[in-house]
T-cell receptor, first 111, second 114 residues
């Protein structure tokens, strides 16, 4: 069993929809949680970074962490065609830079 | 400010050969991490270097090795290539080896092993 599980999709939504992306994990030591976005033929780029449980909002993006359920989510409001990309969750148990990534969810936002 | 530069971008090798990939981090960044990305496994951590020292190593065989130079540039080497080594190899840099959540990734080196 992988330490981080992520539904690969693909996910296709109309422009303006609310998108929900999720990951589950098995290692209770994970404390740092991140969401990265990867466009085709590009490297991943950081979207959201949270520590421990709770919510964090940044513009149209909201990240939620539920450590009791070992479940994290990313919500995208008013989705735009430019949001079409692969979204990767990542997490870490400590203050080092060794991250554990999900396999990514492919999202397409249709104009 | 220039981003993370990886060379070569694409390469094809045959089984048994070895390959060296190069990564130039963002200026001022001292931490360089390497990840292997495949469709089935996603991104998997290979190793991290900070100030020329390997700080962390993932669960990969000894055929995978790396190093970092005094200017923070890094190389990774894969010896005795296997078909399963075909992947996108991503390098990421960070100012510090302390987790800020933000790794700056290059566009990767896509290795195909025939």
């Amino acid at each position: 069993q992988k330490e981080v599980e992520q539904d690969p999709g693909p996910l296709s939504v109309p422009e303006g929809a609310i998108v929900s992306l999720n990951c589950t994990y098995s290692n209770s030591a994970f404390q740092y949680f991140m969401w990265y976005r990867q466009y085709s033929r590009k490297g991943p780029e950081l979207l959201m970074y949270t520590y421990s449980s709770g919510n964090k909002e940044d513009g149209r993006f909201t990240a939620q962490v539920d450590k009791s359920s070992k479940y994290i989510s990313l919500f995208i409001r008013d989705s735009q065609p430019s949001d079409s990309a692969t979204y990767l969750c990542a997490m870490s148990p400590n203050t080092g830079n060794q991250f554990y990534f999900g396999t990514g969810t492919s999202l397409t936002v249709i104009p | 400010k220039a981003g993370v530069t990886q060379t070569p971008r694409y390469l094809i090798k045959t089984r048994g050969q070895q390959v060296t990939l190069s990564c130039s981090p963002i200026s001022g960044h001292r931490s360089v991490s390497w990840y292997q990305q495949t469709p089935g496994q996603g991104l998997q951590f290979l190793f991290e270097y900070f100030s020329e020292t390997q700080r962390n190593k993932g669960n990969f065989p000894g055929r995978f090795s790396g190093r970092q130079f005094s200017n923070s540039r890094s190389e990774m080497n894969v010896s005795t290539l296997e078909l399963g080594d075909s992947a996108l190899y991503l390098c990421a840099s960070s100012f510090t080896n302390f987790n800020t959540g933000e790794l700056f990734f290059g566009e990767g080196s896509r290795l195909t092993v025939l």
